[in-house]
DNA sequence: TAGGCGTGGCT
DNA sequence: TAGCCAAGCCT
């Protein structure tokens, strides 16, 4: 087990949080402690850059103003706000738990941080930065920064990417938080890794605790953190189906178990699946296919056509996309029992929520207009 | 435990 | 470009 004297962890303490009282970055989730502006910005901050939360935050605030106000807003609404955040079970877990503590524990926050855990979307770090932040519990918050910060200053070498190195992570920073401000040492680590000790292009010359850092001091320090590689993203192609009405676009809501779940976007054809069912059909049999498969229920014989404007593609986690546009024009409203979905104006686009894919798909829509006129 | 789940910045 | 990374959690 890896350990400092009591000397060493004391003026460790020391060095970090006197650098961090002068340095400590400004921030709209800072001006107070209050648990509900601690618990958004964390929810918001989870895998996401402090520069993008900021605005998301200044408007989730004046929109959801209290856990009441969030418990009780309708998801449509959340997610509009959510919109171009990404991960969007966040805001949809946030509104959960907001109805657990509305009912559970009538409004009032636990303080713990094994109950604050148990509300949906509360895991081991956001639990412990609300504990300390929020309540000056003395536990340790281990987010992608720690894990940088920490194996560095200890060299230690167990992978990040493994859930069991978290349970070391905490044993070794239970033995240096600072009972008195945890909460400040929690965000001074977060600052440390925003500034000086980060992932590329670090400045651990001119770092506060440079002194206390063996990897630097050894030279050793792009040994760490160890962290596994990550799974390349999947190809997957679909055709995007624009499909015109005299009163607007057919719009789909994603299922809500899927990925982008409850947002909304043109619909979507699996030209994989098709071409597997299909191996012997060209680009033009494909489409045809796509066509009864989508319209399957209508008697109008409905043909899509190709357009000419350029593919669009998207990257996320685990997959990458590739979309091909593809429309029909029709007559009159569709029949929609069997689909999720509705048709929906120009002027109506801005009150749902759309994933940036489906932004790309109609910047691409558009680039047809500018060349038809 | 490993894979699903978004987006944007940076190199 | 393609890959890596950013205040992770759920199943």
């Known amino acids: 087990m890896i350990k400092w004297s009591d000397e060493k962890t004391k003026a460790f303490q020391k060095a970090l949080l006197t650098w961090y009282d002068t340095n400590k970055r400004d921030l709209p989730w800072r001006k107070d402690h209050e648990p509900y502006h601690i618990w958004v910005s964390e929810i918001m901050l989870q895998q996401t850059q402090v520069n993008t939360v900021i605005p998301y935050y200044e408007r989730f605030m004046r929109l ?16 509009k706000a959510w919109e171009g955040l990404g991960y969007y079970s966040r805001v949809r877990n946030m509104q959960r738990a907001a109805q657990q503590l509305v009912q559970d524990y009538a409004g009032r926050w636990p303080h713990s941080k094994a109950e604050l855990q148990e509300l949906v979307g509360i895991g081991p770090y956001t639990a412990g930065a609300i504990a300390s932040i929020a309540f000056q519990q003395p536990e340790p918050a281990v987010d992608g920064n720690a894990f940088r910060v920490f194996s560095q200053l200890l060299e230690i070498d167990a992978d990040i990417t493994k859930p069991q190195t978290r349970a070391l992570f905490e044993k070794v920073i239970r033995q240096i938080i600072p009972i008195d401000r945890p909460g400040d040492f929690n965000q001074a680590i ?25 990897a630097y001091l050894d030279d050793r320090l792009n040994e760490f953190p160890v962290r596994s590689k990550r799974q390349k993203p999947v ?15 057919l719009f789909q809501q994603r299922a809500s178990n899927a990925l982008l779940a409850k947002l909304w976007m043109f619909p979507l054809i699996d030209i994989d699946s098709l071409q597997e069912a299909n191996p012997d059909l060209d680009e033009s049999g494909l489409l045809q296919m796509a066509g009864k498969q989508f319209f399957e229920d209508t008697e109008l014989q409905i043909e899509l056509q190709y357009l000419d404007v350029p593919a669009v593609s998207h990257t996320f986690t685990h997959q990458k996309w590739h979309l091909t546009l593809v429309s029909a024009d029709l007559k009159s409203k569709p029949d929609l029992s069997h689909f999720s979905g509705k048709v929906v104006s120009e002027d109506e686009f801005e009150q749902l929520a759309l994933p940036t894919v489906q932004k790309k798909l109609w910047a691409a829509f558009q680039t047809r207009q500018i060349k038809l006129f």
């Open 64 to 79: 959801f103003p209290s856990v009441n106000a969030l418990a009780n807003a309708p998801e449509s609404q959340l997610l």
């Open 190 to 214: 977060m600052d440390l890794g925003a500034s000086y000790m980060t992932p590329k292009n670090s400045d651990n010359a001119h770092s506060p605790v440079r002194a206390f850092n063996q």
């Open 235 to 249: 190809d997957k192609h679909y055709f995007a189906l624009v499909i015109r009405t005299p009163a607007g676009f």
